[in-house]
């Protein structure tokens, strides 16, 4: 008899999938959902009004009508933060209503941002809600 050697036992194994699998798979929905969520919400979201995000810059820095708009925008932030602005700063500088033009320098720069806040105060010292406010600030200065 011929003495054969010590080889290897070569065995068939299968693998088990682990149930570390399943988490990554629930994590990953998650994940997804999650990303999902905050992609889709509405970007017309109401803007919370009870306090100014921002604050406006000093009203003592301007004079004359730019004065008056900056000090109409520290206020009136509720109005001015229900109202569009509708002269390209939303794409331009990302500001989200009317009361954002003054939180930097672009109000004093921009005759129709100021133009809007003058109306509004105006309207609003007749005591014009401000959602006729708004909607007179479409009509006049939106899009034809």
Known sequence: MKK?????????????????TWWLVIG???LFGGVAWFSLRSADAPIDTQAPVIATLSPSMFIGETREAYQIAKDLPDVLQQLPCFCGCKEGFGHASNYFCF????????TMCKDIALDAKKMH???MATAKIRDAIRVKYGPR
């Open 125 to 127: 010292d007749t005591g």
């Open 103 to 110: 939180t930097d320098q672009h109000g004093a720069e921009c």
């Open 4 to 20: 054969q050697k010590n080889q290897p036992k070569v065995e068939n194994k299968v693998e088990k999938k682990s149930g570390n």
């Open 28 to 30: 990953a929905v998650i």
